[in-house]
């Protein structure tokens, strides 16, 4: 039980995670996952892809499809909106860690 409660709470660490990211290259599913798991978040495909497209939807990732290995690999961006939302949400972050950091 504890287990679902905490990856509630970490969903929204890890949208800002992949904004962090997207801000910086374009990254890709598989990538980020293996990016997620080096900093203690265990989340399937089937998780990361639906988040994924949820911030496509909502305008703060942009795809590119390209073509590796004969396969086509979705990459994606973060957009202008995508990087003024994650400003904003680091600095609300850093304020609220302050307060709970003791």
């Known amino acids: 039980m504890e287990d679902k409660?905490?990856?509630?709470l970490f969903l929204g660490f890890i949208?800002?995670?992949?904004l962090?990211?997207?801000k910086e290259h374009p990254i890709f599913g598989l990538w980020m996952l293996e990016e997620l798991?080096?900093?203690?978040?265990?989340i399937s495909a089937g998780t990361l892809y639906p988040i994924l497209h949820s911030m496509e939807a909502d305008g703060l990732l942009e795809k590119e499809e390209k073509k590796v290995e004969g396969k086509i690999r979705k990459?994606?961006?973060a957009t202008d909106k995508g990087i003024t939302v994650l400003d904003e949400a680091r600095n609300?972050?850093?304020?609220?860690?302050?307060?709970?950091k003791d």
């Open 5 to 8: 409660i905490l990856r509630k």
């Open 15 to 18: 949208q800002i995670h992949i």
């Open 20 to 22: 962090h990211h997207a």
């Open 37 to 42: 798991k080096e900093h203690g978040y265990s």
């Open 75 to 77: 990459y994606y961006r």
């Open 92 to 100: 609300k972050a850093y304020e609220l860690f302050k307060e709970i």
